[in-house]
């Protein structure tokens, strides 16, 4: 037996052993390992956990989440980030649904929206058990390390190296009677848990002896560092308008707009669009940080004397499909982003020093 095949067997020994227990890994369906690979993207595990178990809770089957609304899903989406994963799940469950069936190869899930090669891999060799590669961060970093793989001949020769080296390791896993799902899951697993980037628990994995960067002392040089990603300072101006029962307005950012789908406070001035005595009250900034965006944001509070004021004609910038709703601060029951959340959670603590 080979020093590869040696260390392929010890890895899924200690996958088998020390694995987290992960509430998709309870029942591998193709549904259930989609979502979670969906909600995984960009996201940590202890981050989706709760996400995940709420979403399954109100949406058990792939008909039930085609049959609800975009709004039903935003709301449980909302607070995870990157709403395009929300949009393209729904819409993959309705796709899913018309076909009758869920894809069973890699090209077919590739049709499905929001599904890259990565993600495909994961879902044909954790649900259906086939020997498909897998490439996410963490198995990139495993891999990298292992083979001390490095970017000399440039990015696409070492992503096609690596995506090269991750099919020879499951096929070869699979040749010698290693399940598909337990061999790359155990890729993932020592990525997330013990070869982790700046801190690599090397005493604690079951392939160091064979790890050629171990072997070098190198580990912190792998994966090899790629440029620092730049960052846009994004600022916006928003108004938050407070009615005689204590509620705030929130609009819908409509189909197209950045964030499309969550309730958001209004973008324009509410002496511009409701019809009442309108009074600024005050002003509230927060920052937040998501993905490459650093939003500053100014947001003005202002107290309106009617209940539900009406609306002055929409002829300016407010679309003619746009949708308004009065919410409590404190709990609005929207589908509402973090950037939303932490300016509301700012004026609810505002309002009771005042």
């Known amino acids: 037996m080979s020093k590869r095949e040696i260390a392929l067997n010890q890895l899924s020994l200690w996958f088998e052993s020390q694995k987290r227990v992960l509430p998709w890994r309870n029942d591998p369906s193709p549904y259930r390992v989609w979502v979670s690979e969906i909600m995984l993207q960009q996201t940590q595990v202890i981050t989706v956990v709760p996400y995940f178990e709420k979403f399954m809770q109100k949406f058990p089957s792939v008909e039930k989440l085609a049959k609800a609304s975009e709004d ?22 309705k796709i899913i649904v018309s076909q009758g069936r869920f894809p069973q190869t890699r090209m077919e899930w590739l049709e499905i929206p929001g599904v890259g090669p990565y993600t495909a891999g994961a879902i044909l060799s954790i649900s259906l058990n086939l020997p498909e590669a897998i490439l996410d961060g963490n198995v990139e970093r495993v891999l990298s390390r292992f083979l001390k793989v490095d970017r000399s001949d440039g990015d696409t020769a070492y992503r ?12 070869t896993g699979h040749r010698l009677s ?10 993932m697993e020592l990525g997330a848990t013990v070869c982790t980037p700046k801190s690599p628990r090397c005493g604690d994995c079951p392939v160091t002896k064979h790890c ?21 300072h994004v600022e916006e101006k928003m108004y938050c308008v407070m009615n005689s029962s204590h509620e705030v307005l929130m609009s819908q950012r409509t189909q197209g707009a950045w964030r499309a789908g969550l309730w958001d406070l209004l973008e324009e001035r509410p002496d511009q669009i409701l019809v ?14 998501v993905t490459r965006h650093k939003i500053k944001r100014q947001t003005e509070v202002w107290q309106i004397d009617k209940a539900r004021p009406g609306f002055k004609s929409r002829s300016g910038s407010i ?3 746009q949708k308004f709703q009065w919410v409590s601060v404190d709990s609005p029951q929207l589908a509402i982003g973090s950037a939303a959340r932490k300016t509301l959670s700012a004026i609810s603590i505002q309002k009771r020093g005042l």
């Not at 050629?212 to 846009?232: E, G, R, T, Y």
């Not at 009442?276 to 940080?289: D, I, P, Y």
Request: no cysteine; proline share 4%.
């Open 276 to 289: 009442g005595r309108l009074k600024k009250l005050s002003e509230v900034s927060t920052q937040h940080v």
């Open 160 to 171: 096609k190296t690596l995506w090269k080296s991750s099919e020879e390791f499951v096929t």
């Open 178 to 187: 290693i399940a598909p799902r337990v061999l790359n899951q155990a890729l």
């Open 319 to 321: 679309s003619s499909d």
């Open 212 to 232: 050629l960067a171990f072997k070098s002392n190198d580990q912190l040089n792998f994966p090899p560092k790629k440029a620092k990603k730049a960052w846009m």
């Open 72 to 93: 039903e899903v935003m709301f449980l989406w909302a607070g995870l980030g990157y709403y395009s994963r929300a949009r393209n799940l729904h819409q993959g469950a």
